[in-house]
């Protein structure tokens, strides 16, 4: 079983440097074409069934990666974490460190516990891993869930630094799953 994790394309925001979290952005003509590139590079990888976030951004990156091909299927739980009064405004406003501790678990100024993120993760995890045991799986999802799934799959420290891995976008990272997840 193969889980295979995409960060969707740039939208305008994202070359701003302008925190997006809930909000609905479509991608613009660059992120298109990261997309399109994606695709390519992951031509001749297989996917059973493709689950993304319902926000625009992740719909337009997963039509463009695998169309029609494979069902696509929306999930809530893949939203990008709600950032409260950060929403619209300059990343460096927002303290990374701050809303990444888990011990911390901030929610201060609306932002969406880390802990309730991983939560909801671990949510998708269980019920897709448990569904579709042995098949390859597709997530379209957002920097936030992109790390956490990640970290969950890889069994992370979550008492450790969180934010250290660089999620771009149209990047992917591919794990290979065994029975121990599930």
């Known amino acids: ?14 070359g701003e440097e302008i925190l997006q979290g809930v909000s609905n952005e479509m991608l613009n003509d660059s992120g298109r074409m990261m997309c ?17 976030s319902p926000l625009v951004r992740c719909v337009e990156t997963a039509m463009i990666l695998v169309g029609d091909r ?27 460190s701050k809303y990444w501790d888990y011990n911390l678990n901030s929610g201060d100024g ?22 579709y045991d042995g098949k390859d799986i597709l997530i379209v999802t957002h920097s ?6 990640y970290y969950l799959l890889n069994n992370a420290d979550f008492s450790k630094k969180l934010e250290n891995i660089k999620v771009d976008n ?3 990272r591919q794990i290979e799953i065994s029975n121990k997840h599930i």
Request: glycine fraction near 4%; hydrophobic fraction near 35%.
């Open 110 to 131: 609306g932002v969406e516990k880390i802990q309730d993120v991983i939560a909801r993760c671990q949510s998708f995890l269980d019920y897709v891993l448990e569904k």
């Open 36 to 52: 399109q590139r994606l695709r390519n590079e992951l031509k001749n990888e297989h996917f059973d069934v493709c689950y993304m």
């Open 70 to 96: 494979v069902p696509i299927i929306s999930d809530k739980r893949l939203i990008e974490r709600d950032i409260g009064e950060f929403e619209g405004k300059s990343k460096e406003e927002y303290d990374i």
């Open 170 to 172: 149209c990047s992917y």
């Open 144 to 149: 936030c869930i992109f790390r956490v799934i």
């Open 1 to 14: 079983m193969k889980i295979t994790i995409v960060r969707h394309g740039k939208t305008d925001k994202n």
